[in-house]
């Protein structure tokens, strides 16, 4: 079923403009064309109340992920390193780990979180849209974020409040994600340092 479903989306856009799919073949719902990158073409719900319940509970978790910056596992995951320096007598450190949280907490956005939520809203065709399959949205996510020009119409289209940083030059907004991925990265450091093992793989992000 499979083999035979990817055939057919294929010859769909062999003798299809993407942009003028307006229902999904497969599901029947109304969607409208997002983007197109790496070759391949994606979409969202036209009606936001048609996403599947399964996929609306990731949906609902990523938002609140954008809107927080800081997820609970963030945040027990500092705490923790913290209280490992401190045992350790490295209260330094750990004062610097604090900061870092507190610093992270006055970012605009939190870029990884940003690429979790688009992976929901955003599928193509051959995707099953009645749930989330992490495996596959990984790929998507690991592969938007190497492609420098998705990240501005991802913030356009899917947050608010971000007028001022759509504005900066594109020199100064790739110097603005470089920051904050510089800062990612010291927070891993730190967290690893303290003996704190963290296996959650982050997205880079490449502007």
């Not at 719902?29 to 070759?39: D, S």
Request: hydrophobic letters at 30%; charged letters at 30%.
């Amino acid at each position: 079923m499979k083999h035979i479903y990817n055939t057919y989306y294929w010859l769909l856009f062999k003798i299809k403009d993407p942009k003028k799919v307006i229902r999904h073949p497969r599901f029947d719902k109304p969607i409208k064309y997002g983007f197109t990158t790496g070759g391949k073409h994606y979409y969202r719900l036209t009606n936001d109340y048609d996403i599947y319940e399964n996929r609306f509970r990731y949906l609902k978790t990523f938002y609140q992920e954008v809107q927080n910056k800081l997820t609970s596992n963030d945040i027990n995951e500092f705490c923790q390193a913290a209280k490992n320096y401190i045992n350790d007598g490295k209260h330094i450190q750990a004062g610097e780990l604090l900061s870092e949280m507190e610093y992270r907490s006055t970012w605009l956005f939190e870029p990884t979180s940003l690429y979790k939520y688009a992976s929901v809203i955003y599928f193509d065709l051959q995707e099953d849209i009645r749930d989330y399959d992490m495996t596959y949205c990984h790929k998507k996510i690991e592969f938007w974020s190497k492609k420098k020009e998705l990240l501005r119409m991802l913030l356009k289209e899917l947050m608010e409040n971000v007028e001022n940083l759509l504005s900066l030059s594109k020199e100064d907004f790739t110097d603005y994600i470089s920051a904050l991925q510089k800062s990612k990265d010291k927070q891993q450091k730190l967290m690893s340092d303290s003996g704190l093992c963290n296996n959650n793989k982050s997205t880079e992000l490449t502007i």
